[in-house]
């Protein structure tokens, strides 16, 4: 089992910033993929970004070139860089593992005012 943590989210102006912290209750290390989702208000969740325990990354088109996601190995950690917010980035975003089956953490809520 995995157990997963977020935090780092808030309220924040457009074009500012925010770094997203996932703590795992387990090694990541052998976790193949970790990554971030995010849920507006009554919309499905969608997929922000990934990483492999590799280290290859994926995004999607709408965070690309603002977003950066990055793994900490040693402190059990993904993190999620967000750069030039936007109000349409306003959402609950989720840490998920793929360790056999999916996990999930709780969300942390991220909203970007005008």
């Known amino acids: 089992q995995v157990q997963l943590v977020e935090s780092g989210g808030g309220l924040v102006q457009a074009g500012g910033s925010l770094r997203l912290s996932c703590a795992a209750s387990?090694?990541?290390?052998?976790?193949?993929?970790m990554g971030w989702y995010r849920q507006a208000p009554g919309k499905q969740r969608v997929l922000v970004a990934t990483?492999?325990?590799?280290?290859?990354?994926n995004y999607a088109d709408s965070v690309k070139d603002r977003f950066t996601i990055s793994r900490d190995n040693a402190q059990n950690t993904v993190y999620l860089q967000m750069n030039s917010l936007k109000r349409e980035d306003t959402a609950v975003y989720y840490c998920y593992a793929s360790f056999f089956v999916n996990y999930w953490g709780q969300g942390t809520q991220v909203t970007v005012s005008s």
């Open positions: 990483i492999t325990s590799g280290g290859s990354t």
């Open positions: 387990r090694s990541i290390s052998s976790i193949n993929v």
